[in-house]
């Protein structure tokens, strides 16, 4: 019973700052995030917490600060899986919401020249950034490098100083990128769709 007591909301006057307010405006979806990640993005882009009327933390709309967002596509399939639409249409959202670039990279193990179907699945990620409003994106190749898409889409995020990942639990699923790693190799917040 006294530990019940304990987790009682504390009275107005006795919430204190906490020591890492920044951490407190990420969303449950960022819990993949390590905390120096979460802190280097929360220090680059300002967010802060607040505290409302009742003492709560208020989490300010930390989306609010992003302004580059990546799309990774990782499958094979020329007219975009289920997931990998998905990531785009909630990418261009995002993005015309905040006012955001785009940068779409496409990663696959394979050259071009073994994919036949390549320029069908360029023109179709550009048809459907295009219904979400966008027709001017960054658009970056990394095709046959003997590398995992995790390692790269860090290296991408990282070079570009990106603000958001945007992908698809599909990918985790299929294998394409490493769920584990994401939190080690992304130095950003990622936002996994569900399927």
């Avoid at 006294?2 to 020591?19: E, I, K, M, N, Q």
């Avoid at 179709?124 to 966008?134: A, D």
């Avoid at 945007?166 to 130095?187: C, T």
Wanted: aromatic residues 6%.
């Amino acid at each position: 019973m006294a530990f019940a007591s304990s987790l009682l909301p504390a009275p107005v006057s006795r919430v204190r700052a906490t020591t890492a307010p920044e951490l407190a405006a990420f969303p449950p979806a960022w819990k993949g995030v390590s905390l120096a990640a979460a802190r280097r993005w929360g220090s680059r882009h300002g967010v802060r917490a607040e505290v409302n009327e009742s003492g709560s933390i208020l989490a300010v709309d930390a989306l609010s600060q992003v302004k580059h967002v990546l799309l990774p596509v990782t499958d094979r399939n020329p007219y975009l899986s289920e997931g990998t639409r998905q990531a785009a249409a909630t990418t261009a959202s995002l993005a015309k919401k905040y006012g955001a670039n785009i940068t779409v990279v496409v990663i696959d193990d394979k050259p071009k020249e073994s994919f036949p179907e390549h320029d069908t699945q360029m023109s179709s990620i550009r048809w459907h950034l295009s219904e979400g409003g966008f027709t001017e994106f960054g658009l970056m190749e990394r095709l046959g490098e003997d590398r995992k898409p995790t390692a790269i889409i860090g290296e991408v995020a990282d070079e570009l100083e990106l603000d958001l990942v945007v992908l698809s639990m599909e990918a985790i699923h299929s294998k394409h990128v490493d769920g584990n790693l994401l939190a080690e190799f992304i130095p950003c917040p990622v936002l996994l769709l569900p399927l």
